[in-house]
């Protein structure tokens, strides 16, 4: 694949430009592997159309509205490759030991006269390009340096003299201009001060193209001061490296083409009471700097960014900015150390900034300016965004580093590089998000949905992420869990894993999306229900495995497990580069199954482990085969595995010979009995669904189990002259044997199926083996009046420990269950107290009679029988009223309470009153009681 294929990362409809010095666009390369790749050649990322960075030997940018250019390096190096109008720049440094190395620059224009400088414009050589447009040097790698190369050379050295363009004050090594300056100004000394006094930098070629590189520049100095200065009309409008102690006061710089005020690699630093506006490109960048201070600075109608941040250790993050600071208008919010605070929006925030801040809040906020990220959180715990609308990030619209329990939650994100970046920058080392939570956002029209580098133990739910370029991309991110989110329209994949191991990926809906699911040197991942349909891409592959190369070797993808999911109308359904990708397996063993596949076009007419017996199962009888790999237990529909979760609960087989009383016996057969368990939470219509062993199957008649109820199946109705089954129990007589002759004895296999014949449920015992997979290593059987019960009663791993011999739990009498009700409530010595026992119940019976005892003390007051009785106390005190019920097999039970009698007292109202009322159409008056008092009087006669 070219970088052309790229392209669309740069035009984002609405986004002028995309993001700097992050690895990006990896997303986009990676689902193109044919083979296993190389991971380093994918860290030269374009980002910003005409820039590119990373690491590497070889670097190439294609989007430059300038020229198009490659860098040819000996040795790996580490890079930020520009090529601008009438500029090409580089930030170099080795990222292995070398010292130096041979640089081959192409794409200049053919035999052109170019002057490159390294640090300093004193530091500059003249060079012209040979016929192909190339040129070579060798170049120091001892230290970083930062290279330019331009068309013209026009640049003013300050040092301590500016007599040709102003006054010298020596006392104070001031440099007032007195006039404008149509050059670049190097400052090539520390502690100068350049008071422009209203004068102008400017770039008098700007109206045709920025020939010239810097307004103001200077590289290793301190104690700088620029004020006062307006600068116009050039790439940079000032950029110093590798200083500290800088003043920038009271300037203004207009319509730069690439930034207005860079900072890098240096700290300390006061930017006050500045303007930059209308840059093309952006307006202030903090480039791995620390400790600057920014107050009062406005910064307008900048084109990608207004402001930003980039830096690869926290100490980068380090800034003093305060809500002076204003994007159109509306603050920065940096916060630094914070604890408990809340931004919302009242705020107006232009900007959020939460550093090494715990509890901070950001709630119902617009931010739409554009910016180089909108949101960024820099090793911040316990905080959240909600309910918020993010636009124009141009690197990210939330970006996360060094941070854990980061809580993303129903924000609305478009027309960002990435709506959500937790992600290292090349050079940053650590984790980036843990314990995260992402759910209930919409992620629409970015360059990506969520990208995690180095992230861990995350959280991605409920989130819809559509018409992006990508939807969700992990690099070395591990024990993430994916679940639920809507994937649709993106125009590559839809969830890329690179190097990342131990995720699960379930519930998502991945529809119409240039490919599904792709991972590369990513291991021991469980991809499971999730539905991948119409992937509609170049290739369009539901599902690809492959490998990658790091610079310790080949990473394989191996063991990752992928079952119940749909692939439905892709171009390929699956895909897996079997030399690079090992032990992935696309099925979870028999019965729990594989996957459904649109193309299978197998048949089902068997079932088991093997496939090989009679019957159908809801799998296909063949195994699903393609490129370097198979499911061997395909389903014939759309969601076979899921089945209602009722279960096979337990099983009589080896009847005792029991008597009723009437003194008949069990029989073999008839009196057989299983009890199926319906664990849903609403009631399961088990009508014409079968029960079956080895042999044949019988229909289950008319029927339904209740949520989280029971159901016993038996032949014959004579079963239950034998059992005391519950009467909450429902009671299916079959009318016939279990299969053709009972279940056996020696061993047989009980299979409960549904009325479209897919198994919910099975089992098998004894010398039957073929049911449970794998087999029992101990043969599981019930001694003669014993019976196979799951144990515990919602065990299902579909092996014969989910069963244990048992005494039978139907054969055992339960309990009345006796309740004592009385009034009043509040009894009364001489008031007569009415007591009822009719709210008792039996489980598996009835109760026909019941036993009162009223006693004080060891002496019994009074006993009777009857659902009902009543007493009068007759002195105050604490009696127990005991109430023993006995149910029709004899069986007793009690409960008791204690009922205290206190004397009779309520207290005064004061504001209670007997009040006069006239009424006109009788004659004379009468008293009337106040509702309060009437209250009053109900509670005393109810109580």
Same mark, same amino acid.
């Given at each position: 694949?070219?970088?052309?294929?790229?392209?669309?990362?740069?035009?984002?409809?609405?986004?002028?430009?995309?993001?700097?010095?992050?690895?990006?666009?990896?997303?986009?390369?990676?689902?193109?592997?044919?083979?296993?790749?190389?991971?380093?050649?994918?860290?030269?990322?374009?980002?910003?159309?005409?820039?590119?960075?990373?690491?590497?030997?070889?670097?190439?940018?294609?989007? #430059?509205?300038?020229?198009?250019?490659?860098?040819?390096?000996?040795?790996?190096?580490?890079?930020?490759?520009?090529?601008?109008?009438?500029?090409?720049?580089?930030?170099?440094?080795?990222?292995?030991?070398?010292?130096?190395? +041979?640089?081959?620059?192409?794409?200049?224009?053919?035999?052109?006269?170019?002057?490159?400088?390294?640090?300093?414009?004193?530091?500059?050589?003249?060079?012209?390009?040979?016929?192909?447009?190339?040129?070579?040097?060798?170049?120091?790698?001892?230290?970083?340096?930062?290279?330019?190369?331009?068309?013209?050379?026009?640049?003013?050295?300050?040092?301590?003299?500016?007599?040709?363009?102003?006054?010298?004050? @020596?006392?104070?090594?001031?440099?007032?201009? @007195?006039?404008?300056?149509?050059?670049?100004?190097?400052?090539?000394?520390?502690?100068?001060?350049?008071?422009?006094?209203?004068?102008?930098?400017?770039?008098?070629?700007?109206?045709?193209?920025?020939?010239?590189?810097?307004?103001?520049?200077?590289?290793?100095?301190?104690?700088?001061?620029?004020?006062?200065?307006?600068?116009?009309?050039?790439?940079?409008?000032?950029?110093?490296?590798?200083?500290?102690?800088?003043?920038?006061?009271?300037?203004?710089?207009?319509?730069?083409?690439?930034?207005?005020?860079?900072?890098?690699?240096?700290?300390?630093?006061?930017? &006050?009471?500045?303007?930059?506006?209308?840059?093309?490109?952006?307006?202030?960048?903090?480039?791995?700097?620390?400790?600057?201070?920014?107050?009062?600075?406005?910064?307008?109608?900048?084109?990608?960014?207004?402001?930003?941040?980039?830096?690869?250790?926290?100490?980068?993050?380090?800034?003093?900015?305060?809500?002076?600071?204003?994007? +159109?208008?509306?603050?920065?919010?940096?916060?630094?150390?914070?604890?408990?605070?809340?931004?919302?929006?009242?705020?107006?925030?232009?900007?959020?900034?939460?550093?090494?801040?715990?509890?901070?809040?950001?709630?119902?906020?617009?931010?739409?300016?554009?910016?180089?990220?909108?949101?960024?959180?820099?090793?911040?715990?316990?905080?959240?965004?909600?309910?918020?609308?993010?636009?124009?990030?141009?690197?990210?619209?939330?970006?996360?580093?060094?941070?854990?329990?980061?809580?993303?939650?129903?924000?609305?994100?478009?027309?960002?590089?990435?709506?959500?970046?937790?992600?290292?920058?090349?050079?940053?080392?650590? *984790?980036?998000?843990?314990?995260?939570?992402?759910?209930?956002?919409?992620?629409?029209?970015?360059?990506?949905?969520?990208?995690?580098? +180095?992230? &861990?133990?995350?959280?991605?739910?409920?989130?819809?992420?559509?018409?992006?370029?990508?939807?969700?991309?992990?690099?070395?991110?591990?024990?993430?869990?994916?679940?639920?989110?809507?994937?649709?329209?993106?125009?590559?994949?839809?969830?890329?894993?690179?190097?990342?191991?131990?995720?699960?990926?379930?519930?998502?809906?991945?529809?119409?999306?240039?490919?599904?699911?792709?991972?590369?040197?990513?291991?021991?991942?469980?991809?499971?229900?999730?539905?991948?349909?119409?992937? +509609?891409?170049?290739?369009?592959?539901?599902?690809?495995?492959?490998?990658?190369? @790091?610079?310790?070797?080949?990473?394989?993808?191996?063991?990752?497990?992928?079952?119940?999911?749909?692939?439905?109308?892709?171009?390929?359904?699956?895909?897996?580069?079997?030399?690079?990708?090992?032990?992935?397996?696309?099925?979870?063993?028999?019965? #729990?199954?594989?996957?459904?596949?649109?193309?299978?076009?197998?048949?089902?007419?068997?079932?088991?482990?093997?496939?090989?017996?009679?019957?159908?199962?809801?799998?296909?009888?063949?195994?699903?085969?393609?490129?370097?790999?198979?499911?061997?237990?395909?389903?014939?529909?759309?969601?076979?595995?899921?089945?209602?979760?009722?279960?096979?609960?337990?099983?009589?087989?080896?009847?005792?010979?029991?008597?009723?009383?009437?003194?008949?016996?069990?029989?073999?057969?008839?009196?057989?009995?299983?009890?199926?368990?319906?664990?849903?939470?609403?009631?399961?219509?088990?009508?014409?669904?079968?029960?079956?062993?080895?042999?044949?199957?019988?229909?289950?008649?008319?029927?339904?189990?209740?949520?989280?109820?029971?159901?016993?199946?038996?032949?014959?109705?004579?079963?239950?002259?034998?059992?005391?089954?519950?009467?909450?129990?429902?009671?299916?007589?079959?009318?016939? *044997?279990?299969?053709?002759?009972?279940?056996?004895?020696?061993?047989?296999?009980?299979?409960?199926?549904?009325?479209?014949?897919?198994?919910?449920?099975?089992?098998?015992?004894?010398?039957?083996?073929?049911?449970?997979?794998?087999?029992?290593?101990?043969?599981?059987?019930?001694?003669?009046? *014993?019976?196979?019960?799951?144990?515990?009663?919602?065990?299902?791993?579909?092996?014969?420990?989910?069963?244990?011999?048992?005494?039978?739990?139907?054969?055992?009498?339960?309990?009345?269950?006796?309740?004592?009700?009385?009034?009043?409530?509040?009894?009364? *010595?001489?008031?007569?107290?009415?007591?009822?026992?009719?709210?008792?119940?039996?489980?598996?019976?009835?109760?026909?009679? &019941?036993?009162?005892?009223?006693?004080?003390?060891?002496?019994?007051?009074?006993?009777?029988?009857?659902?009902?009785?009543?007493?009068?106390? #007759?002195?105050?005190?604490?009696?127990?009223?005991?109430?023993?019920?006995?149910?029709?097999?004899?069986?007793?039970?009690? @409960?008791?309470?204690?009922?205290?009698?206190?004397?009779?007292?309520?207290?005064?109202?004061?504001?209670?009153?007997?009040?006069?009322?006239?009424?006109?159409?009788?004659?004379?008056?009468?008293?009337?009681?106040?509702?309060?008092?009437?209250?009053?009087?109900?509670?005393?006669?109810?109580?």
């Amino acid at each position: 694949m070219t970088f052309a294929h790229l392209r669309k990362c740069a035009n984002i409809e609405n986004m002028k430009a995309i993001k700097i010095f992050l690895i990006f666009c990896l997303f986009l390369l990676i689902p193109f592997f044919i083979e296993a790749q190389d991971f380093d050649e994918f860290l030269k990322i374009p980002s910003i159309p005409g820039r590119i960075s990373g690491r590497g030997k070889f670097f190439e940018i294609k989007d #430059s509205n300038y020229l198009n250019i490659t860098l040819q390096s000996e040795k790996e190096i580490e890079i930020v490759l520009e090529s601008i109008p009438r500029m090409i720049s580089l930030n170099i440094s080795s990222s292995t030991n070398a010292t130096s190395t +041979n640089l081959i620059l192409n794409g200049l224009e053919p035999n052109k006269t170019y002057y490159k400088y390294q640090d300093s414009y004193k530091n500059g050589v003249v060079f012209i390009s040979d016929e192909k447009g190339t040129f070579s040097w060798q170049q120091d790698l001892s230290q970083p340096h930062y290279i330019w190369i331009q068309e013209k050379k026009g640049t003013i050295f300050l040092t301590r003299d500016c007599s040709n363009y102003g006054i010298w004050e @020596t006392s104070t090594q001031t440099c007032t201009l @007195t006039q404008d300056v149509t050059s670049t100004i190097e400052i090539d000394a520390d502690n100068i001060t350049l008071d422009c006094n209203g004068h102008q930098i400017k770039n008098e070629y700007w109206i045709s193209n920025p020939i010239l590189t810097h307004g103001i520049y200077f590289w290793d100095k301190k104690g700088v001061i620029i004020k006062n200065c307006g600068i116009s009309g050039f790439d940079y409008g000032i950029l110093f490296s590798y200083c500290s102690d800088i003043k920038i006061v009271g300037s203004k710089i207009l319509r730069p083409y690439g930034e207005g005020l860079r900072i890098q690699f240096s700290r300390e630093n006061e930017i &006050f009471g500045n303007e930059i506006l209308d840059s093309s490109r952006g307006g202030l960048i903090i480039y791995e700097s620390s400790g600057n201070r920014l107050k009062e600075n406005s910064f307008k109608n900048n084109g990608s960014w207004n402001f930003g941040i980039f830096g690869t250790v926290l100490e980068n993050f380090i800034q003093d900015i305060d809500i002076s600071n204003t994007i +159109n208008g509306k603050s920065i919010y940096y916060l630094v150390g914070q604890e408990n605070k809340t931004i919302e929006a009242f705020n107006s925030p232009g900007y959020v900034g939460i550093i090494n801040s715990k509890n901070i809040q950001i709630k119902n906020v617009s931010l739409l300016e554009p910016n180089y990220q909108q949101v960024l959180f820099i090793n911040s715990q316990d905080s959240k965004i909600e309910n918020s609308q993010i636009q124009n990030g141009i690197v990210a619209g939330i970006q996360i580093l060094f941070s854990s329990n980061v809580e993303i939650l129903k924000n609305k994100i478009s027309n960002c590089y990435y709506a959500i970046y937790a992600g290292t920058i090349i050079g940053a080392e650590g *984790k980036t998000l843990e314990n995260g939570l992402i759910s209930e956002n919409e992620l629409t029209e970015n360059g990506g949905g969520i990208s995690f580098e +180095n992230a &861990f133990g995350n959280k991605i739910l409920k989130n819809e992420i559509s018409k992006n370029n990508l939807g969700i991309y992990f690099i070395n991110s591990s024990n993430n869990v994916i679940s639920e989110n809507a994937i649709s329209e993106n125009e590559y994949e839809s969830i890329n894993l690179i190097l990342s191991s131990n995720n699960t990926l379930k519930g998502n809906t991945i529809l119409n999306n240039g490919e599904g699911i792709l991972l590369s040197g990513s291991s021991n991942n469980i991809i499971f229900e999730n539905s991948i349909s119409k992937q +509609n891409g170049q290739w369009g592959r539901g599902i690809y495995l492959s490998g990658i190369y @790091t610079r310790e070797g080949l990473v394989k993808s191996e063991n990752n497990k992928v079952y119940h999911n749909n692939f439905i109308q892709n171009k390929i359904n699956a895909k897996v580069e079997s030399d690079y990708a090992s032990g992935n397996l696309f099925d979870n063993g028999y019965p #729990s199954g594989g996957n459904y596949w649109s193309d299978y076009t197998g048949v089902d007419e068997k079932f088991g482990p093997n496939q090989d017996q009679r019957g159908s199962d809801g799998i296909g009888d063949n195994p699903y085969c393609f490129q370097g790999g198979c499911d061997n237990y395909p389903f014939i529909k759309e969601n076979g595995w899921q089945t209602l979760k009722v279960l096979i609960s337990e099983v009589y087989y080896n009847v005792d010979k029991r008597k009723d009383k009437e003194g008949n016996e069990e029989k073999e057969g008839d009196n057989e009995w299983v009890i199926i368990h319906n664990l849903e939470n609403e009631t399961v219509d088990i009508s014409n669904w079968q029960i079956c062993d080895n042999e044949k199957c019988d229909n289950i008649p008319t029927s339904s189990i209740p949520a989280n109820g029971f159901a016993i199946l038996t032949p014959a109705t004579t079963t239950f002259n034998f059992w005391k089954v519950p009467k909450d129990m429902v009671r299916i007589v079959l009318g016939s *044997k279990f299969g053709s002759h009972g279940l056996s004895n020696e061993g047989d296999r009980v299979i409960l199926k549904d009325k479209e014949g897919k198994i919910i449920d099975a089992m098998s015992y004894g010398t039957d083996t073929l049911t449970f997979f794998p087999f029992c290593s101990e043969e599981l059987k019930a001694g003669e009046g *014993k019976s196979l019960l799951r144990f515990p009663p919602d065990k299902d791993t579909d092996t014969c420990k989910d069963f244990i011999e048992s005494e039978p739990t139907i054969g055992k009498n339960q309990l009345p269950i006796p309740i004592i009700q009385f009034s009043p409530k509040n009894p009364v *010595k001489g008031v007569k107290v009415k007591f009822d026992a009719s709210s008792s119940t039996d489980p598996d019976g009835e109760i026909l009679n &019941f036993l009162w005892e009223i006693k004080r003390g060891e002496e019994i007051l009074a006993t009777s029988t009857g659902t009902t009785t009543e007493f009068t106390f #007759s002195e105050n005190g604490e009696y127990q009223i005991t109430l023993i019920a006995t149910d029709n097999d004899n069986a007793t039970s009690s @409960t008791s309470t204690i009922l205290k009698v206190q004397p009779f007292s309520f207290a005064i109202i004061t504001d209670l009153h007997i009040g006069r009322h006239y009424q006109e159409e009788y004659e004379g008056q009468e008293y009337y009681l106040t509702q309060r008092l009437r209250n009053v009087v109900n509670w005393i006669n109810n109580n």
